[in-house]
């Protein structure tokens, strides 16, 4: 009987190592993945018909569409000659071209001042979950 505590302690604290072991694992922060791409944006005929996601697409809103990205994943897209940033979320596959791997809205293109050129390198950052 007399044993039985120190037994019990050294459980314990074995638990406790290894919950704060398992919590270092999981709490580590994602890794960002990032690329210089050519993006464009949507023209304007494409105001309200449904993306590949189900959602209408509007130029409004800062969307873009990616051929293999998860829908929902959020990207932030720095414009390299400008500096200026946006973050997008994808709703969408495309741009099927060779040239440029990201379409974003109309918003988002205006908000990084490509809009009048009609396309730019730009850097993109994201997390994969």
């Given amino acids: 009987m007399k044993y039985l505590k120190p037994i019990r302690l050294i459980l314990?604290?074995?638990?406790?190592?290894?919950?704060?072991?398992?919590?270092?694992?999981?709490?580590?922060?994602?890794?960002?993945?990032?690329?210089?791409?050519?993006?464009?944006?949507?023209?304007?005929?494409?105001?309200?018909?449904?993306?590949?996601?189900g959602e209408r697409y509007r130029a409004a809103k800062f969307t873009a569409a990616h051929r293999t990205l998860p829908f929902g994943t959020i990207i932030k897209v720095k414009?390299?000659?400008?500096?200026?940033?946006?973050?997008?979320?994808?709703?969408?596959?495309?741009?099927?071209?060779?040239k440029f791997s990201l379409d974003i809205s109309k918003a988002a293109a205006q908000e990084l001042g490509i809009y009048r050129l009609g396309y730019a390198r730009v850097e993109i950052a994201y997390v994969l979950d």
């Fill in 12 to 53: 314990l604290l074995c638990l406790l190592a290894f919950a704060a072991q398992a919590q270092e694992i999981t709490a580590k922060p994602a890794d960002t993945i990032k690329k210089t791409i050519f993006t464009t944006y949507y023209a304007k005929k494409f105001e309200g018909r449904k993306t590949t996601s």
């Fill in 79 to 98: 414009n390299l000659r400008t500096g200026k940033t946006v973050e997008v979320r994808v709703n969408d596959r495309g741009p099927f071209s060779k």
